[in-house]
């Protein structure tokens, strides 16, 4: 069966860090591209990932330009997102998604997702 685990949410001030894990079992990075979503409080979740990767590379939206940073570890089955001086406005929800296919021309949509992790909670204080 395929599962994806999230973990690593936590309560941090403005300009803090954090380092979200999404452990994937049931099925390999090969041929998919992983992805994380976030829905922030009150709001609809967003409906393309903030960051994502696949074989080809790793993308990013604008918002989050020059702040996170994804990647993967094969060894231990995790995909990691690097989150560096948080805002309030990523205060949200985040969960990994993964979707089939090298997504590089733009990112997969929640439509086009086949498994999802159950989300964790991220919450940055001004």
């Known amino acids: 069966e395929e599962q994806l685990v999230d973990s690593g949410g936590d309560q941090v001030q403005a300009g803090g860090s954090l380092r979200l894990s999404c452990k994937v079992s049931?099925?390999?990075?090969?041929?998919?591209?992983i992805g994380w979503f976030r829905r922030a409080p009150g709001k609809e979740r967003e409906g393309t990932p903030c960051?994502?990767?696949?074989?080809?590379?790793?993308y990013n939206a604008a918002s989050v330009e020059g702040r996170f940073t994804i990647s993967i570890d094969s060894v231990e089955d995790t995909v990691y997102l690097h989150m560096n001086n948080l805002k309030p406005e990523d205060t949200a929800v985040y969960s990994c998604?993964?979707?089939?296919?090298?997504?590089?021309?733009?990112?997969?949509?929640?439509?086009?997702?086949?498994?999802w992790g159950q989300g964790t909670q991220v919450t940055v204080s001004s």
């Open positions: 998604a993964a979707a089939l296919g090298a997504y590089y021309d733009g990112p997969p949509t929640e439509a086009e997702i086949a498994y």
């Open positions: 049931g099925f390999t990075f090969a041929g998919h591209t």
């Open positions: 960051i994502w990767i696949n074989g080809d590379g790793t």
